[in-house]
């Protein structure tokens, strides 16, 4: 049985920047500065780091304070509501994604894979995205979030354990694979051996990906027998 981890931002949807839109506001509503966040880049981070790092960058004396990175955090699912609301806002399923999930269900069925997320997102915000995209975020049996932790190298092993109580199967190794699209997908499953299936939709390359160690590397994940392989190789 393999545990089949998906990122979201870069490699299920795109949001248009209504993510990086409602942050930059949550942070200047609760701290007063969004730091230097025109030059930041978002990709790879989860939500409470992204908030924690720019107020460093910033300088300001509490960027280290639990309750003022969760109060930012709450501060942005609800700007996230009201910007995933917009009349003019556009959530895309990347190409391929439909087609893909669609023809993991019959491995699931057949218990052969669970299907989750692995998401630096918090997963309230996680929720808004995957259905501002038509995406039923109960589809996925399990998940790993910002929310449960900062580090994203700590997700992994929270969606292994999470699968482990629901299906009574322990995943290790192999049995894990993390779909995502930066070196930080790649990186944070390193360490318990999960195998990557990296794509090239977000801001990083084929050829970055494939520097960064991955198991197999897409351009995109529209060739469904193609990805269907690796994930199952």
């Not at 730091?35 to 981070?45: A, H, L």
């Not at 107020?55 to 280290?64: I, K, T, V």
């Not at 050829?207 to 392989?229: I, K, N, S, Y």
């Amino acid at each position: 049985m393999r545990l089949i981890l998906f990122d979201i931002d870069g490699t299920l949807l795109w949001t248009n920047g209504a993510g990086r839109r409602a942050i930059h506001r949550a942070l200047l509503d609760e701290m007063g500065t969004a730091g230097p966040i025109d030059g930041y880049r978002f990709d790879g981070k989860t939500d409470p780091q992204i908030v924690r790092e720019l107020l460093e960058l910033a300088g300001h004396p509490d960027a280290r304070s639990e309750t003022c990175v969760t109060a930012v955090c709450r501060r942005y699912v609800d700007l996230l509501t009201a910007e995933l609301a917009q009349p003019t806002q556009v959530t895309k399923l990347y190409p391929g994604i439909s087609e893909l999930l669609t023809a993991l269900e019959p491995h699931e069925a057949a218990g052969r894979a669970v299907v989750g997320l692995l998401t630096g997102n918090v997963e309230h915000g996680a929720t808004l995205k995957l259905r501002s995209a038509g995406l039923d975020p109960a589809r996925f049996v399990v998940g790993a979030f910002g929310s449960d932790s900062g580090r994203r190298s700590d997700l992994p092993a929270i969606a292994a354990e999470r699968a482990g109580r629901k299906t009574g199967h322990r995943f290790i190794g192999a049995d894990l694979v993390i779909v995502g699209d930066t070196p930080d997908d790649v990186a944070c499953g390193r360490p318990i051996g999960a195998r990557t299936v990296a794509v090239a939709t977000g801001f990083y390359d084929v050829a970055a990906l494939r520097a960064a160690g991955a198991t197999h590397v897409f351009q995109d994940l529209v060739d469904t027998p193609a990805v269907l392989e690796a994930l199952f190789s």
